[in-house]
């Protein structure tokens, strides 16, 4: 009888897994296969090669990037909070509607990526450069453009592109 409430338990416990996991989804690992919906939550992967890589709806909440290669890659919608893209290169970058709040950019190259609707609040932008970047309905509140280059992008309200030369406001 003891067995037998040993594997109600265990069927229980994997059923209430699955709920909180979500159907078809397994617990994720830092050795886990660049794809989207992958669980890169506290991961690091400085200074590697991920151009390209779709981690579209990723999590990847205090991760690190420092110095890699993001160029083309898309992370729409990810959950990137306090995630470290310190001297990252995010060229034509793909991040609409990414939770970005307090991630750190700081000397990043978003060279023409697309970041509209991104939730980058208190995100810190310092010497970084994003030039011809699409910040359309993006929200900026209390972040950091100390020195961030904004030439040719387009600011938050979709219209407005800033002249060249903006260095840490939309001029």
Known sequence: MARFGFMIAAIVAAA?????????????????????GVNWQRCGFDG????????SGARLRDGS???????????????????KFVNTVLREAKLDGAKLSEADFTKADLTGASLKGA?????????AILRRADLTDARLKG????????SGAT????????????LGRCN
Request: net charge neutral; charged share 25%.
């Open 119 to 127: 939730d980058l609040r208190r995100a810190r932008f310092f010497h």
């Open 143 to 150: 972040a950091d453009l100390t020195r961030a280059d904004l």
């Open 65 to 83: 990037f420092f110095r890699s290669d993001l160029s083309g890659s898309d992370l729409s919608k990810t959950n990137s909070f306090r995630a």
């Open 48 to 55: 590697l090669d991920l151009t390209g890589v779709d981690l």
């Open 155 to 166: 600011w938050i309200d979709g219209k407005r592109i800033c002249a060249e030369g903006s």
């Open 16 to 36: 209430v897994l699955g709920a909180v996991i979500g159907p078809g989804r397994a617990l994720a690992a830092c050795t886990d296969p660049p794809a989207p």
